[in-house]
């Protein structure tokens, strides 16, 4: 199985500042074909995941652009420019490529 | 709008067995693979299997191989997973998911407890 390893596993920032969080996987995430199916999300406490970036660096519908994703291969990294109060939850990598599907241990993020 | 509606949450004892449905709105149903995915308390969450309603083809984690049936009623827009052999360490809450992660349901609770 694929392992994806995800640092740092605890956040703390402060508002306004920014925050990333590095992904890395044990297998290239690069498909057959062409894609990188690396998707981020981020879980708020009492709430099911929600999806944020798929593909490296899609932003989905209603994401804020202070979230953006990058990277490619192994090495994946989703970037808050400026926290805000309603960013505190866990935040998962996921690879689609390999079979099983397997997910990042989580990120929590919390505001100093 | 799109949405996955989930079923109640559960309580059952060791060896027991638990379904849990999911049920689609907003989309064609048949068009978007259904995943689930499991997260114990305070755990990560963890890949279980996929199914495809249209052609009710599926593929399991090998974990889950021989205690996880994953199987759809199309007429009703509805994806069950059913886990059998229930033991204390499936304890967690259930989600489903479409194919690519950007819907997923509200979760459903299940408890192993003799």
Redesign the interface.
């Known amino acids: 199985d694929v392992v994806m390893t995800q640092s740092p596993l605890s956040l703390p920032v402060t508002l306004g500042q920014p925050a990333s969080i590095s992904c890395r996987s044990s297998q290239s995430l690069v498909y057959s074909d062409g894609n990188t199916y690396l998707?981020w999300?981020q879980q708020r406490p009492g709430q099911?995941?929600?999806?944020l970036i798929?593909k490296v660096s899609n932003w989905?519908s209603g994401v804020p652009d202070r979230f953006s994703g990058s990277g490619s291969g192994t090495d994946f990294t989703l970037k808050i420019s400026r926290v805000e109060a309603e960013d505190v939850g866990v935040y998962?990598c996921?690879q689609?490529t390999h079979?099983?599907?397997?997910?990042?241990?989580?990120t929590r993020l919390e505001i100093k | 709008q799109v949405q996955l509606v989930q079923s109640g949450a559960e309580v059952k004892k060791p060896g027991a067995s638990v379904k849990v449905s999911c049920k689609a709105s907003g989309y064609t149903f048949t068009s978007y693979d259904i995943n689930w995915v499991r997260q114990a308390t305070g755990q990560g969450l963890e890949w279980m299997g996929w199914m495809n309603p249209n052609s009710g083809n599926t593929g399991y984690a090998q974990k889950f191989q021989g205690r996880v049936t994953m199987t759809r009623n199309t007429s009703i827009s509805t994806a069950y997973m059913e886990l059998s052999s229930l033991r204390s360490e499936d304890t967690a809450v259930y989600y489903c998911a479409r194919t690519t992660f950007d819907i997923w349901g509200q979760g459903t609770m299940v408890t192993v407890s003799s």
């Not at chain 1, 099911?48 to 999806?51: A, E, F, Q, Y």
């Not at chain 1, 079979?99 to 989580?106: D, M, S």
């Open positions: 998707n999300f099911s995941p929600r999806r798929y989905d998962y996921m689609g079979w099983p599907l397997t997910f990042g241990q989580g």
